[in-house]
């Protein structure tokens, strides 16, 4: 299929990027089960290597069957590029590999996932890298954390835990106007929830662990770019802009355009850091984005009955669902979400972290687990888990408290949900 925008989203969760295997006809996308690829002959091989024609070499590189993935995916996000990685660790990287250098920081919020958190705080500090924490509910202190070593800010669009929901555009506001990038993690929203691009992000990224695959089979990352962002403005992007020498200082912006950052995230990221998504992992994942919209609706569904249901109990004390009318964030959401606020939030517990503890043992459709966005309801507590290596203050920062547990609705019956949560509440703080 040709990628005409015309077609609506749940044409293009199924077709974008995928067309009859030119070689057998097969309609479903092959698992290009291969790690190298013939060339025609020595020219042809001389000239990929160059980056002078594009093509297969080598599956560290590209591959047919991610290739289609990274297509939808571009396509389904609005933007002009996509780089599948190996997580969504992974891709936060190869988003920010381009970017930074030693000295160099990243803006981000103190409403991420604690993976990333952890991931922004100790590990970049190893590549020289930094990340300053802020609210991105205040937009001064945003504005005020860019300084001349900033090369990017990070938010979520649907911050992991609390579901907090993020105004896209006012953020890329304060990043355009600084002249930096703004990269937004999107994968508690989905591009069927959210489109970060048409709200002025430069890069998305994604956990395609998560709703995109929905079926908790295999982890995958991507970096989507949205072609909008001038490299060449400043001096502060070198490896986009200036000669790259691993090339014989080919420049990536001049000789690429618009598609200069997803060029250097094969070339240079892929090649040399190796973080690669592999094609069974791609064929899975695209297999889950056929039925996106349709999940995502009932996502929405569900987490809308089961937060109304905790919000009346007496044993909870509160509940962050942004979809709720009680909710500080209930008008931004129907602002920028219209289609609903996804299936991730949190919810307090009046007996603190005992009864938090008690009640991810006693419940039975809810797994206990350290993932989100699947089919299956799961729930976690996050103070004794994900946020473990946070210190008190970056938990409640992050919405994870000791008596805070955090639930990922899944596409079950709503109504058993509740009867679970409830025997479940019954248990823990009886
Ligand atoms: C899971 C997750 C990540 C990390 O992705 P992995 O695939 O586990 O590496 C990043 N951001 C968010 C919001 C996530 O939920």
């Known amino acids: 299929m040709t990628d005409a925008p015309s077609y609506g989203f749940d044409t293009l969760q199924i077709h974008a990027g995928a067309r009859p295997d030119p070689a057998t006809g097969a309609r479903q996308t092959p698992i290009y089960q291969t ?13 990929l290597f160059n ?7 080598y599956s560290r590189l590209t591959n047919p069957t991610v290739a289609v993935l990274q297509e939808r995916l ?39 996932y604690g993976g990333t958190v952890t991931q922004f705080s100790q590990t970049i500090k190893r590549f020289g890298w930094s990340a300053k924490f802020v609210d991105t509910d205040d937009l001064d202190a945003v504005r005020d954390a860019i300084d001349e ?10 911050a992991n835990p609390g579901g907090y929901v993020t105004d896209i555009r006012a953020m890329a506001d304060v990043a355009d106007a600084a002249g930096v990038p703004l990269i937004v993690d999107n994968t508690t929203a989905t591009p069927y929830l959210c489109n970060p691009i048409a709200q002025g992000a430069t890069l998305v990224v994604h956990s395609t662990t998560k709703y995109l695959t929905g079926n908790g089979t295999v982890t ?21 802009s200036a000669p790259e020498p691993a090339y014989h200082g080919l420049k990536f912006h001049e000789t690429f355009g618009s598609l200069a950052f997803t060029f250097h995230g094969i070339a240079i990221g892929l090649r040399d850091l190796g973080m690669t998504m592999n094609p069974q992992a791609a064929h899975y994942t695209l297999m889950g984005i056929e039925t996106l919209s349709l999940r995502m609706q009932r996502h929405c569904e569900n987490a809308m009955k089961v937060a109304s249901w905790l919000e009346q109990d007496e044993r909870v004390d509160y509940v962050t669902y942004a979809g709720l009318p009680s909710s500080p964030y209930y008008e931004r959401a129907q602002a920028c979400y219209p289609k609903g606020t996804g299936g991730l939030f ?41 946020h473990r290596q946070l210190t008190p203050e970056q938990q409640e920062a992050a919405g994870a408290g000791p008596n805070v547990v955090r639930i990922s609705i899944g596409i079950e019956d709503a109504d058993d949900l509740i009867a679970d949560l409830d025997q479940a509440l019954t248990k823990a703080c009886g």
């Open 149 to 158: 070593n900033t090369r990017a800010v990070f938010c979520e669009s649907i």
């Open 220 to 240: 995958g990352g991507v970096v989507i770019d949205s072609g909008n962002f001038d490299w060449s403005a400043s001096d502060k992007f070198p490896s986009l």
């Open 51 to 57: 980056l002078q024609e594009v093509g297969f070499i």
């Open 35 to 47: 790690t190298s690829y013939v060339f025609r002959d020595a020219d042809h091989a001389a000239a």
């Open 346 to 386: 949190t919810f307090a517990v009046k007996g603190g972290y005992e009864a938090c503890i008690k009640l991810v043992d006693a419940l039975e459709i809810f797994s206990h687990v350290a993932n989100l966005g699947d089919t299956r309801s799961l729930i976690i507590h996050s103070a004794s888990t994900t």
């Open 74 to 112: 571009a396509t389904l996000e609005g933007g002009v590029g996509a780089v599948c990685c190996s997580s969504g660790h992974a891709a936060q990287i190869m988003a920010l590999f381009p970017l930074m250098a030693p000295g160099c920081n990243v803006v981000a919020s103190t409403r991420l």
